[in-house]
């Protein structure tokens, strides 16, 4: 069984390869054999099922690429995500669609990965549990805006046009939490009234 640790290891080199995805999209001087290279090893982290569908627009580069100097400054948008907190939760239940080992799983708070979003909360929320006994991820929920404006609280929600709500790959109760992992601290107060509760 891998330790919290271990996944913070495994989020971490995701939001390495995910960075390396979306920069091949716009970099001139990154061949498109090195870009399809890298959305290869990207897939690698997801679970079978999600693996296609999260990563194929990723090959739709060079279809119309921009002017170099256009590229350049999308890049400078681009951010690696950065890991908050992650908290393992056992007795999980999924949708149909998830085929995991078991029903453990470790939920990783992530920044934006642009520039002109708030980098100083999480605003995503990855689900990584075991598929063929390693670490993949099983589902990504996003901060429920309307939660947030209009009743000041932090809910996790699909949209309902997502791939995980149309494919029923998605998470129905976290189960019981186990243990929390706080690697990097808010700075809105909503935010760090979450990040120190204990469950």
Known sequence: ?????????????????????????H????????????IAHLQTF???FQRYGQTTHFLERFTDMDSREESEKKLKKILK????????YEGAMFAKGITADNDII???????????????IYHTNVAVGF?????????????????????NQLV???????????????????GKWVETLRIN??????????YHREY
Request: charged share 30%; net charge negative.
């Open 131 to 151: 598929c063929n006994g390693e670490l993949c991820i099983l589902s990504k929920r996003l901060l429920d805006s309307d939660m947030l404006h209009q009743h």
């Open 27 to 38: 970099d001139h001087d990154i061949t498109y054999e090195q870009h399809k290279q890298n």
């Open 106 to 120: 470790f939920c990783c708070f992530l920044d934006s990965d642009h520039v002109l979003i708030d980098d100083t």
């Open 46 to 48: 997801y679970a079978p």
């Open 1 to 25: 069984m891998k330790t919290i640790e271990e996944v913070q290891q495994f989020i971490s080199d995701y939001a390495d390869a995910l960075y390396l995805a979306k920069i091949g999209l």
């Open 185 to 194: 601290e808010p700075e809105i107060p909503l935010w760090i009234t979450d």
């Open 81 to 88: 995500k950065k890991i908050f907190l992650i908290r393992k």
């Open 156 to 174: 996790w929600t699909y949209h309902s046009n997502s791939r995980e709500v149309e494919d029923d790959i998605w998470i129905k109760d976290n």
